[in-house]
């Protein structure tokens, strides 16, 4: 079993910068590939980035690329989702997951789940 914890959300003014961290539990972390998930009021959870187990493969939704770079460390059991030049359509609840097969992420499935956390764009 792996727990996910976030942390590093905000509030933060447009065109500001967050970070985001996920730190995992257990020491299976390195064989999982992670990903970044964003639901804002009212709308589907939808997918934001994820990155393959050794960091050489990233994948990034539409809409935030060239904004966000996800990043992790094995060692530290911990992941990075680094947001610039945020947008008032950020302002989510983000989740990050866990799972064996990065394409199963992009797809929307994950073997384990964080608990989410608030990201507030202000204008």
């Known amino acids: 079993q792996v727990e996910l914890v976030e942390s590093g959300g905000g509030l933060v003014q447009a065109g500001g910068s967050l970070r985001l961290s996920c730190t995992a539990s257990?020491?299976?972390?390195?064989?999982?590939?992670m990903g970044w998930f964003r639901q804002s009021l009212g709308k589907e959870r939808e997918f934001v980035a994820a990155i393959n187990w050794n960091s050489q493969s990233t994948l990034y939704e539409d809409s935030v690329k060239g904004r966000v770079t996800l990043s992790r460390d094995n060692l530290e059991n911990t992941g990075w989702l680094q947001m610039n030049s945020l947008k008032l359509e950020d302002t989510a609840v983000y989740y990050c997951?866990?799972?064996?097969?990065?394409?199963?992420?992009?797809?929307?499935?994950?073997?384990?789940w964080g608990q989410g956390i608030q990201v507030t764009v202000s204008s």
């Open positions: 997951a866990l799972d064996r097969n990065t394409l199963m992420l992009r797809s929307g499935t994950a073997e384990y």
């Open positions: 257990g020491s299976s972390f390195s064989s999982y590939a």
